[in-house]
Each structure stands twice: as structure tokens, then as C-alpha cells.
């Protein structure tokens, strides 16, 4: 398996092609976007990611990793393009595997390995060979129902479980579930992944590791959504719950986490919709943590705009509020699906107060804040009437906020 091309050049799809390349193989990676093709063939990368452009610079000046906008003839292919939702009820929109299937189709040989890395909905890797076999009638391609036949094609799905700003440590050492459409496919794949993984490569089918991909986020969610939901009612009671749920962590068996703004990035936020999308009578807990989730930026606004009409009615025309963080979680630059964005959005437009926004990890605001201000935290904190803390930031920690101000802080630091 010593040539591999990679589609899809974000989060996942880069450090994964560069830690091919780093370990020797030759690696090609796809993506539509020219900035980021551009940016990768430099030797640089487009991404906040630790440790991750000295390996990319090292691997392109080597020559084993080079970024391409069309794919070449590989010996497997890895695919980690975006997997989002469709109209209001969470449909998955997988136009993007079926454009990545109609692009990989024609370079395809017998013996290749295909690999879906991409978040998906059980049967998304069927539905992939579905696309591949109608472009390719010439090849025969493994079927789930049938796992001891052999075919012209291998493969499989696999899915990442990193975590963002230790990527590259737990690309190499975390166990990788490696579900093969038939057992040869999944031995095959395990041939791709020895390159570098480290961590124990786990047989299984692909439904089964596309469930435990959705399996394992739907869990944190349902987690997250107790201590959420905790958070709510504890305000309700006047009970500070950071200490409600540290004395309840004290017992030996309980291990509550720590509320937030909401859920954010593509993981979390995104996955446990597939499941309820699929069985919609039957995923009752994993829908309720959703809403729960979900809803929990619609409280925290409450609970500003509750400030902003005190401050109203002694005579402050239009505070400013400084919303501190936008990333989906801490010391990141990822806005995907943030809740802290949510929160900016519907403030920007509500346009009840004058609205500032501090991110540390970004240059500048995506289009859909654009109407907002990126300012210092230094800045931020001689102007604003209210603070909202979004989102745990090193930054945010080390600074001691004024006394003079009201701070609704979402996340614990204080």
C-alpha cells in the first residue's frame, strides 16, 4: 500500500494523508478548494492543528505528500469529505461521497482498496459501492450480505476518533474500528491503517462500525445533555452548579461532565441525528439529549438579554456585550456547528445591544458574523457592560475580568 490518495483535505483528511506520507507511503490529496491545495503544496497548512505543518512541510518537501484539486490512480483511497445535513429534519446529505464515487470510479483497478472515513449514516458505505458499481459495471464490488465472497474491489469503513488539537498523537495511538463490507475487505484495510496506527485495529462489519461511530457521539451528547440540563435547573433553584456537581462527583460511581453554551463541531452536534433520522420511534433518549443541547444556546441569550434590560432600565441606552469565544470548543480555531456562533448570530441580529466578539484563535469573522466586531480581550474588556463567556479559552482564564461589569458565564471559568 505504498500509494494513497486521500479526498477531502480538512480536519481529518490532512492529518491523516500527512501521517501517511510522514511513514513512508505516497500520498495524494484531493480537495475543491484551491486556497487549500495552494496553501498544502507550500508546505504549509490551512488548519489550526499542533504539530501538524512540520510534518506536512517535511512530507511535501520529501515529495511524499502533494495536494491535488483531481485524484490519481492509487493502490487505496481514504475518503473524509463532509457529511451534512439536508432541509429541517436532519436528513444526511451524502452528495458528497456520491461526487467523490463519481470522480474515484474511473481510476479504479482490481485489487484497490476503497475506505470511507466520512461520518455517516448506517449504510452509507452500501450506498457508496452502489454509486461505484454503477459507474464501474466492469468490476465486481464486495455486498454486506455476503462477507466470505471475494470481489474485484475492497472495501470498508473506518472512522476517526480524534481529537481536535491532539490529532496527531491520536491518529497513531488510538484504536481504530475497521468495519470491512466483507472479511477480506477488513484485513485489507488493516494493511492501509498498519502504516502508522499504533493502537489495536478492531475487526468488524460496516454497518456495525458506522453504528459505533454514531454510537460513541450520541453518547458524550446524552452525557453533556444531563449536565446541560442540570445547569437549567440549578439556576432555577439559586444552586451554583459547578459546586453541585463536584460534590456529586465525589461519590465513587458517578462522573458528571461540566455544562456548556451547547455542543458544537461536526461530531457530536451532527452524528446523534443520524441515528434519530434512521429510527425516529425508537431513539427517544439520544432525540431528547439533542433538543436539549440544541435549546441550550436559546438560554444562554436569555440569560444576557435579561442583563442588557436591567442595564436598559437604569439608563443605558445600548450596552455593549462582549461575547468571549466562538470556536466549538477551547484553544481551537473550529467554528463548525458552535454554539457559541448561535449565540453570536441571534445577538448580532436582535440588535438590542451593541455586540463585540473575542476570539483569539481567528484572524478574522466568518461571513454569516461579518456584521459583528473581532476585538482584543483587552479591548473587550475596557468597553463591555456584559460579558459572556462562550467558551474556555486558556486566554480567558488568565484574565482577571472588572468587577463593574455583569458576567454571564456559560462555560465555568469563573
Given at each position: 500500500m505504498k500509494n494513497i490518495c486521500v479526498f477531502g483535505l480538512g480536519y481529518i483528511g490532512l492529518p491523516t494523508a500527512a501521517m501517511f506520507a510522514h511513514h513512508g507511503a505516497n500520498v495524494v490529496g484531493v480537495d475543491i478548494n484551491q486556497h487549500a491545495v495552494d496553501t498544502i503544496n507550500q508546505g504549509k497548512i490551512h488548519i489550526v492543528e499542533p504539530g501538524l505543518e512540520a510534518i506536512v512541510k517535511q512530507a511535501v518537501g520529501k515529495g511524499t505528500l502533494k495536494a491535488s484539486l483531481t485524484p490519481v490512480h492509487s493502490d487505496a483511497y481514504l475518503i473524509a469529505v463532509p457529511t451534512p445535513f439536508k432541509g429541517d429534519d436532519h436528513e444526511p446529505d451524502l452528495s458528497y461521497i456520491q461526487a467523490v464515487s463519481k470522480a474515484l470510479a474511473p481510476l479504479l483497478e482490481k485489487g484497490d482498496v476503497v475506505i470511507l472515513e466520512s461520518t455517516s449514516p448506517v449504510g452509507a458505505t452500501e450506498k457508496m459501492v452502489e454509486w461505484l458499481s454503477k459507474e464501474r459495471s466492469d468490476l465486481t464490488?464486495?455486498?454486506?450480505h455476503e462477507p466470505d465472497n471475494e470481489a474485484d474491489i475492497f472495501v470498508a469503513y473506518c472512522p476517526e476518533r480524534v481529537l481536535p488539537g491532539k490529532v496527531i498523537e491520536e491518529l497513531i495511538s488510538n484504536d481504530r474500528i475497521i468495519g470491512g463490507m466483507t472479511?477480506?475487505?477488513?484485513?485489507?484495510?488493516?494493511?492501509?491503517?498498519?502504516?502508522?496506527?499504533k493502537g489495536d485495529l478492531l475487526e468488524t462489519n460496516s454497518r456495525t462500525a458506522e453504528m459505533a461511530k454514531l454510537t460513541e457521539n450520541a453518547s458524550r451528547d446524552v452525557s453533556i445533555a444531563f449536565a446541560n440540563e442540570l445547569s437549567i435547573i440549578s439556576d432555577k433553584l439559586d444552586i451554583n452548579v459547578w459546586d453541585l456537581i463536584e460534590l456529586a462527583n465525589r461519590h465513587p460511581r458517578v462522573n458528571i461532565l461540566q455544562p456548556g453554551a451547547g455542543v458544537g463541531g461536526h461530531c457530536i452536534a451532527v452524528?446523534?441525528?443520524?441515528?434519530?433520522?434512521?429510527?425516529?420511534?425508537e431513539a427517544k433518549i439520544i432525540r431528547s439529549a439533542r433538543?436539549?443541547?440544541?435549546?441550550?444556546?436559546?438560554?444562554?441569550?436569555?440569560?444576557?438579554?435579561d442583563q442588557i434590560e436591567q442595564l436598559k432600565s437604569q439608563g443605558v441606552e445600548k450596552p455593549t456585550v462582549a461575547l468571549l469565544g466562538l470556536a466549538?470548543?477551547?484553544?481551537?480555531?473550529?467554528l463548525r456547528e458552535s454554539p457559541a456562533v448561535t449565540i453570536a448570530k441571534k445577538m448580532l441580529e436582535n440588535q438590542s445591544a451593541n455586540i463585540i466578539l473575542v476570539e483569539?484563535?481567528?484572524?478574522?469573522?466568518?461571513?454569516?458574523?461579518?456584521?459583528?466586531?473581532?476585538?482584543?480581550?483587552?479591548?473587550?474588556m475596557?468597553?463591555?457592560?456584559?460579558?459572556?463567556?462562550?467558551?474556555?479559552?486558556?486566554?480567558?482564564?488568565?484574565?482577571?475580568?472588572?468587577?463593574?461589569?455583569?458576567?454571564?458565564?456559560?462555560?465555568?471559568?469563573?
Open positions: 464490488f464486495p455486498k454486506y472479511k477480506e475487505s477488513t484485513k485489507k484495510a488493516q494493511d492501509v491503517y498498519r502504516i502508522f496506527v452524528d446523534p441525528w443520524f441515528i434519530v433520522n434512521q429510527n425516529p420511534e433538543e436539549i443541547n440544541d435549546n441550550k444556546p436559546n438560554w444562554v441569550i436569555g440569560k444576557i438579554n466549538f470548543k477551547p484553544d481551537i480555531d473550529d483569539p484563535n481567528i484572524e478574522t469573522l466568518p461571513k454569516d458574523l461579518e456584521s459583528g466586531k473581532l476585538v482584543s480581550l483587552v479591548e473587550a475596557e468597553i463591555a457592560d456584559i460579558i459572556g463567556i462562550l467558551v474556555a479559552h486558556d486566554e480567558f482564564k488568565k484574565e482577571p475580568l472588572k468587577n463593574s461589569v455583569a458576567v454571564i458565564d456559560a462555560v465555568g471559568i469563573i
